[in-house]
């Protein structure tokens, strides 16, 4: 099969490992040159360029490019496509990307794999990134069984685990585990920086080991995507915030109070609740 890659980053490059080493013909398009350089170099795609006309002749194609990027991207696209050409994309928000480009080509299926890291660029793309993570797609009403079937092909060979549902429900549930903690974690290193003393400053920064790392590291991310996330996902973050905040209120008022035995308790039902979360 011929597969395109519009956007050679992490996912992009990763999927391109993954998809040649399965026997498939891999096109990708960057928007810059060098990247596209790089991704041949590196083995992530057969070919590469920065015209779009290079997917034409791709059977499904995967888009991903930054989320604001993902619509006008699409509008341009398949001008150069056939019409049995599927697409798929794989950002992090779901409802306004399936609402705008559901209209404007009948084979689109909605796509999100939780999967990545702390790195961006094609050199950051690695082998498997996908094996047992949770790969979301977000069918409507009036998505082609065609698309649907492919796609879940295609993700299920990468070894991911598929879920399906609507795109409304999946940005509610990422703004929970997914963009709260990128807010989280970055109001966690401000809180930090605010302290006055340079020397007691530089101590915490000397004495920070892993639980800091490990609290930090989704606020140490890409800022473009942080932004983005709040720029598509705002009702859903908003909401996840307002209740962040009531937490932390709550928590304030018990240690206030000196509360401890109500703060055990607390911290005991969160410690039960984790493993629903994370294995």
């Known amino acids: 099969m011929n597969i395109g890659i519009l956007g050679l980053g ?13 026997g498939h013909y891999v096109l990708g398009v960057s928007r810059q040159e060098s990247t596209c350089q790089k991704a041949i170099a590196l083995g992530n795609v057969d070919q590469a360029a920065v015209e779009l006309s290079l997917l034409a002749a791709a059977d499904v194609v995967f888009i991903c490019t930054p989320i604001g990027l993902i619509v006008p991207q699409v509008a341009q696209l398949i001008a150069h496509l056939s019409p049995a050409t599927i697409l798929t994309d794989v950002g992090s928000v779901k409802a306004p990307i399936v609402k705008a480009i559901s209209p404007l080509w009948d084979h689109f299926i909605g796509g999100h794999p939780m999967a990545g890291t702390a790195d961006s660029g094609i050199e950051a793309a690695q082998r498997n990134l996908f094996v047992d993570r949770p790969y979301v797609l977000t069918p409507i009403s009036t998505t082609p069984t065609i698309a649907i079937t492919i796609v ?19 940005d509610r549930a990422v703004s929970w585990i997914s963009h709260l903690p990128v807010m989280v974690s970055a109001s966690l290193i401000a809180a930090c920086l605010s302290e006055t003393d340079p ?45 962040y905040r009531h937490n932390l209120d709550e928590l304030m008022y018990l240690i206030e109070q000196e509360n401890w035995t109500e703060l055990e308790k607390k911290l005991h039902s969160t410690q039960q609740a984790r493993p629903d979360f994370v294995e």
């Open 10 to 22: 992490l996912i992009g490059g990763s999927l391109g490992f993954d998809l040649r080493s399965q």
């Open 152 to 170: 879940e092909e295609i993700v299920r060979s990468l070894g991911a685990t598929i879920y399906h549902c609507h795109p409304e429900q999946h």
């Open 199 to 243: 020397d007691v400053l530089q101590l915490a920064q000397n004495l920070a080991s892993s639980g800091f790392r490990d609290t930090s590291r989704v606020g140490g991310g890409n800022p473009e995507l942080g932004v983005m996330m709040a720029q598509y996902n705002r009702p859903a973050i908003l909401r996840s915030l307002q209740q």
